[in-house]
């Protein structure tokens, strides 16, 4: 009766009589379509190879086919399941959604999503996205899941097409996700205490820095749950009248000392003994270490991570353990006195990270080999916790100077000020990094006007950066337009490759691709110095090429380095989709934006691919 449903289906409110009629004709005593059974006939028209173009001309046909084609019923709401699966799971069984306006609404937020996607690369392609040029996705009119999941079905396209597109719907999935976690992280904070569950703020952490992730506290729950499950049966062999073995344990707090230690021996047996966990000592200052959801996937972690884990299955088994700030070593402290006790000598305190070891105040000192005043061994809220793990994300996101780790920089810092918004020494962190990123100009004039608000002592520093973000913004306007690199030009006659090969790098041997060069090195004399680019035979006197690299760096290579890549294959580098929209299989096609900055580069790429690759094959 009608073709598959194609990934972009037209408008279905359109729906004409001009139906073939031969399905639902009687001829003599035959049976016609519309004489089956309610059930049967919903069943055919919910089949798979019928659109949803197919189903509104069905509609128009008779009273009898419209009635079964309801907006309300059984037909569209299929069709909505066959098309988006993924969106069910927003919709109560007792709703009486009109299933019909719903598959328009999805229809007309792809539209709009396969729109703004495809306005990025020509409004952001010489610059950072900033967070104001979401503004526009912030006003839709639309369910913000519809217009996710269109993101999500870009992103899930086959093949080596669409770079682009993926790139920068990456990139809207990113913030999008970011802004939904905020939200919660911010509702959690103004809970009670009490309310604050330590789990449920590890992994609000989590996916803020993991926004693109399947993570969700259900499944980590979860995976908790299967452990504390897993302590139980120990505790069953070891005492079958546990009151943890109870259905409602955890709910209330075991009493005695000697039944929380059967507890407690009883985690790290299934912890460290059955599952191996541990420290991770081999590669501590590895972020992976802070994500919950990689701690349960790899078994290791630091100290609070850790930590985390284990003061959530002792809970779950009704012993209270509370959380230590320990300087250099995070610990939790487990009381052995009176309940509420303020003398730091009636609590064990205990390792996660050293296999559940039980320490002394004296053993606790000899673990960071200092002394330390009795402040220290207090316990802390769950926001501190909060703010312990945002910090050591912080500092890692400070170790390095790469792609990498400024977003996990500017992650961290989100998540901090989420927290603290008017930390001076964070805010400041914020500018500058912003500043150093030359993106978003006028958000660095903002949080600068907001600190010296805040600590006026803070004039030098702020005046110095006012001063040169101005500059930028000036910079900026004065702008005419990209720059166009002709091959022609007398000047580039000594350039050999072109943007889109597939290159390997002589001396280093690593993979990459060209998207962009220069005649001679452009780079400033600091840069040629430390480089050594002098001792090369050409020296900076010859063409330059910026190359994205299979490591996920992108470098500044020496024509005479670089050579054509006898196996070429696909560039893993995050950037790929910023300057190509498609990998042939041997080199990559410029997309719109880097082919009107080098127009005479393709014709030489395609004729370079043919004599280098093509050649021998014919």
């Given at each position: 009766?009608?073709?598959?449903?194609?990934?972009?289906?037209?408008?279905?409110?359109?729906?004409?009589?001009?139906?073939?009629?031969?399905?639902?004709e009687?001829?003599?005593?035959?049976?016609?379509?519309?004489?089956?059974?309610?059930?049967?006939?919903?069943?055919?028209?919910c089949?798979?190879?019928?659109?949803?173009?197919?189903?509104?001309?069905?509609?128009?046909?008779?009273?009898?086919?419209?009635?079964?084609?309801?907006?309300?019923?059984?037909?569209?709401?299929?069709?909505?399941?066959?098309?988006?699966?993924?969106?069910?799971?927003?919709?109560?069984?007792?709703?009486?959604?009109?299933?019909?306006?719903?598959?328009?609404?999805?229809?007309?937020?792809?539209?709009?999503?396969?729109?703004?996607?495809?306005?990025?690369?020509?409004?952001?392609?010489?610059e950072?996205?900033?967070?104001?040029?979401?503004?526009?996705?912030?006003?839709?009119?639309?369910?913000?899941?519809?217009?996710?999941?269109?993101?999500?079905?870009?992103?899930?396209?086959?093949?080596?097409?669409?770079?682009?597109?993926?790139?920068?719907?990456?990139?809207?999935?990113?913030?999008?996700?970011?802004?939904?976690?905020?939200?919660?992280?911010?509702?959690?904070?103004?809970?009670?205490?009490?309310?604050?569950?330590?789990?449920?703020?590890?992994?609000?952490?989590?996916?803020?820095?993991?926004p693109?992730?399947?993570?969700?506290?259900?499944?980590?729950?979860?995976?908790?749950?299967?452990?504390?499950?897993?302590?139980?049966?120990?505790?069953?062999?070891?005492?079958?009248?546990?009151?943890?073995?109870?259905s409602?344990?955890?709910?209330?707090?075991?009493?005695?000392?000697?039944?929380?230690?059967?507890?407690?021996?009883?985690?790290?047996?299934?912890?460290?003994?059955?599952?191996k966990?541990?420290?991770?000592?081999?590669?501590?200052?590895?972020?992976?270490n802070?994500?919950?959801?990689?701690?349960?996937?790899?078994?290791?972690?630091?100290?609070?991570?850790?930590?985390?884990?284990?003061?959530?299955?002792?809970r779950?088994?009704?012993?209270?353990?509370?959380?230590?700030?320990?300087p250099?070593?995070?610990?939790?402290?487990?009381?052995?006195g009176?309940?509420?006790?303020?003398?730091i000598?009636?609590?064990?305190?205990?390792?996660?990270f050293?296999?559940?070891?039980?320490?002394t105040?004296?053993?606790?000192?000899?673990?960071?080999?200092?002394?330390?005043?009795?402040?220290?061994?207090?316990?802390?809220?769950?926001?501190e916790?909060?703010?312990?793990?945002?910090?050591?994300?912080?500092?890692?996101?400070?170790?390095?100077?790469?792609?990498q780790s400024?977003?996990?920089?500017?992650?961290s810092?989100?998540?901090?000020?989420?927290?603290?918004?008017?930390?001076?020494?964070?805010?400041?962190l914020?500018?500058?990094?912003?500043?150093?990123?030359?993106?978003?100009?006028?958000?660095?004039?903002?949080?600068?006007?907001?600190?010296?608000?805040?600590?006026?002592?803070?004039?030098?520093?702020?005046?110095?950066?006012?001063?040169?973000?101005?500059?930028?913004?000036?910079?900026?306007?004065?702008?005419?337009?990209?720059?166009?690199?002709?091959r022609?030009?007398?000047k580039?006659?000594e350039v050999?490759?072109?943007?889109?090969?597939?290159?390997k790098?002589?001396r280093y041997?690593?993979?990459?691709?060209?998207?962009?060069?220069?005649?001679?090195?452009?780079?400033?004399?600091?840069?040629?110095?430390?480089?050594?680019?002098?001792?090369?035979?050409?020296?900076?006197?010859?063409?330059?090429?910026?190359?994205?690299?299979?490591?996920?760096?992108?470098?500044?290579?020496?024509?005479?380095?670089?050579?054509?890549?006898s196996?070429?294959?696909?560039?893993?580098?995050?950037d790929?989709?910023?300057?190509?929209?498609?990998?042939?299989?041997?080199?990559?096609?410029?997309?719109?934006?880097?082919e009107?900055?080098?127009?005479?580069?393709?014709?030489?790429?395609?004729?370079?691919?043919?004599?280098?690759?093509?050649?021998?094959k014919?």
């Amino acid at each position: 009766m009608a073709a598959a449903e194609g990934p972009d289906p037209g408008p279905v409110a359109a729906a004409g009589p001009g139906v073939p009629r031969g399905a639902a004709e009687a001829d003599g005593d035959r049976m016609g379509l519309t004489d089956l059974p309610g059930e049967l006939l919903e069943l055919i028209l919910c089949c798979d190879v019928l659109g949803a173009a197919d189903i509104g001309r069905v509609s128009c046909t008779c009273r009898r086919l419209r009635e079964a084609c309801q907006p309300r019923g059984k037909v569209w709401r299929e069709r909505f399941r066959l098309r988006w699966p993924s969106l069910l799971k927003y919709y109560s069984h007792t709703d009486g959604v009109s299933w019909l306006e719903e598959y328009k609404a999805r229809h007309n937020a792809g539209l709009e999503a396969q729109r703004i996607v495809a306005s990025f690369s020509k409004r952001f392609f010489s610059e950072h996205v900033p967070c104001d040029g979401f503004s526009d996705i912030e006003t839709l009119g639309c369910p913000s899941h519809f217009f996710e999941d269109e993101l999500m079905c870009i992103l899930n396209m086959e093949g080596r097409k669409g770079l682009t597109w993926k790139y920068y719907a990456k990139k809207i999935l990113y913030f999008l996700r970011q802004q939904n976690i905020l939200k919660n992280l911010k509702e959690y904070l103004q809970r009670p205490t009490d309310r604050q569950s330590f789990l449920e703020g590890a992994v609000l952490i989590d996916q803020y820095c993991n926004p693109l992730s399947d993570i969700c506290l259900k499944s980590v729950q979860a995976q908790v749950d299967d452990i504390t499950d897993k302590v139980r049966k120990v505790l069953r062999t070891r005492n079958p009248r546990h009151p943890s073995l109870a259905s409602k344990a955890g709910e209330v707090l075991i009493p005695e000392v000697e039944l929380q230690r059967q507890v407690l021996d009883a985690m790290n047996c299934v912890l460290y003994e059955q599952l191996k966990y541990k420290g991770n000592e081999l590669d501590y200052y590895n972020s992976l270490n802070s994500y919950i959801h990689q701690v349960l996937i790899r078994r290791t972690g630091i100290p609070i991570s850790l930590s985390v884990l284990y003061l959530t299955i002792a809970r779950q088994l009704g012993v209270k353990l509370e959380p230590v700030n320990f300087p250099s070593h995070f610990l939790l402290r487990w009381c052995q006195g009176k309940e509420g006790s303020t003398d730091i000598f009636d609590y064990t305190y205990i390792d996660a990270f050293g296999k559940g070891k039980q320490l002394t105040v004296k053993e606790c000192e000899y673990l960071i080999g200092h002394h330390v005043t009795e402040e220290f061994y207090g316990v802390v809220t769950s926001k501190e916790v909060l703010q312990r793990m945002v910090g050591n994300l912080l500092n890692l996101g400070k170790r390095e100077s790469t792609d990498q780790s400024y977003q996990l920089l500017r992650d961290s810092l989100d998540l901090y000020l989420a927290m603290y918004p008017d930390n001076v020494q964070h805010l400041m962190l914020q500018a500058r990094l912003y500043f150093h990123l030359g993106i978003w100009p006028e958000k660095v004039l903002d949080i600068l006007q907001h600190i010296q608000a805040l600590d006026p002592s803070q004039h030098g520093a702020v005046g110095y950066l006012v001063q040169h973000t101005l500059e930028h913004i000036e910079r900026r306007k004065e702008e005419v337009g990209p720059e166009v690199k002709h091959r022609s030009d007398e000047k580039h006659k000594e350039v050999c490759f072109s943007i889109g090969l597939i290159m390997k790098h002589k001396r280093y041997g690593y993979n990459c691709v060209i998207y962009g060069w220069d005649p001679a090195c452009m780079m400033g004399h600091e840069w040629i110095r430390n480089m050594n680019v002098h001792s090369l035979p050409h020296g900076p006197h010859q063409p330059f090429y910026n190359v994205l690299v299979e490591d996920g760096s992108c470098r500044y290579a020496a024509q005479e380095n670089l050579e054509y890549n006898s196996e070429p294959r696909e560039i893993p580098h995050p950037d790929i989709g910023r300057y190509f929209s498609e990998f042939t299989g041997i080199h990559y096609l410029a997309n719109t934006e880097l082919e009107i900055r080098y127009p005479e580069d393709l014709e030489l790429t395609r004729a370079t691919v043919q004599k280098i690759y093509n050649s021998g094959k014919e």
